[in-house]
């Protein structure tokens, strides 16, 4: 079965840091680009992150470039996102989407991340 | 800032057909912007529909469809029926990145 999986995330301070996890399985991970996404409280969908599949390429969200950082282990079948200098408006479920072609098809179920003193 | 554009609420009868509609501050969506679409119900993870401007996901309904309408991206849902209600959103791809659009409420009513 095709699964992804997000952990890591939790309660942090503003000016924290947390680091995601994505573990992948059913399907060749070093195959796909993959993505960031994330969802405040109530709000839409925004993309946050992406990179390719032997990490020579990675960009990001103007949002939270600077301070997050994506990177995968495709020996280990994930996908990383280094959150620093977190704020209160990074409060959100992230999520992580697995791209090719740009097609975007598989989401894991999310992780709740809370940056509240 | 590149933003998108969707309508923040359509309301639709059952059985009817609507269409939602994704619009780039940038000028035209065209085929090279890769317009992807998902569906979201409360509560849960979205779902991918649409890939590539047209292309369907194997479990993807057979009443939703999607093309390129004049210079926006739009998906089509023909034979509405009561769990199409949900909060749908496009993906648009600027060379590098992805932007989502702020997404349509939809209602069947």
């Known amino acids: 079965e095709v699964q992804l999986v997000e952990s890591g995330g939790g309660l942090v301070k503003p000016g924290g840091s947390l680091r995601l996890s994505c573990a992948a399985s059913g399907f060749t991970f070093s195959s796909y680009v993959m993505n960031w996404v994330r969802q405040a409280p109530g709000k839409g969908l925004e993309w946050v992150s992406i990179?390719?599949?032997?990490?020579?390429?990675?960009r990001y969200a103007d949002s939270v470039k600077g301070r997050f950082t994506i990177s995968r282990d495709n020996a280990k079948n994930s996908l990383y996102l280094q959150m620093d200098g977190l704020r209160a408006d990074d409060t959100a479920v992230y999520y992580c989407?697995?791209?090719?072609?740009?097609?975007?098809?598989?989401w894991g179920q999310g992780t709740l991340v809370t940056v509240s003193s | 800032q590149t933003v998108v554009t969707q309508e923040p609420s359509l309301t639709v009868s059952p059985g009817g057909t609507v269409t939602l509609t994704c619009t780039s501050s940038?000028?035209?969506?065209?085929?090279?912007?890769?317009p992807n679409w998902f569906q979201q119900k409360p509560g849960q993870t979205p779902r991918a529909l649409i890939y590539?401007?047209?292309n369907k996901h194997s479990w993807t309904p057979a009443r939703f469809s999607a093309s390129l309408l004049g210079d926006k991206a739009a998906l089509t849902l023909s034979g509405v029926q009561p769990e199409d209600e949900a909060d749908y959103y496009c993906l648009v791809y600027y060379g590098g990145h992805w932007v989502f659009g702020g997404g349509t409420k939809l209602t069947v009513l």
């Open positions: 590539n401007t047209n």
């Open positions: 940038t000028g035209a969506v065209t085929g090279g912007f890769h």
């Open positions: 989407g697995r791209d090719k072609d740009w097609n975007i098809d598989i």
């Open positions: 990179i390719n599949f032997d990490s020579t390429y990675m």
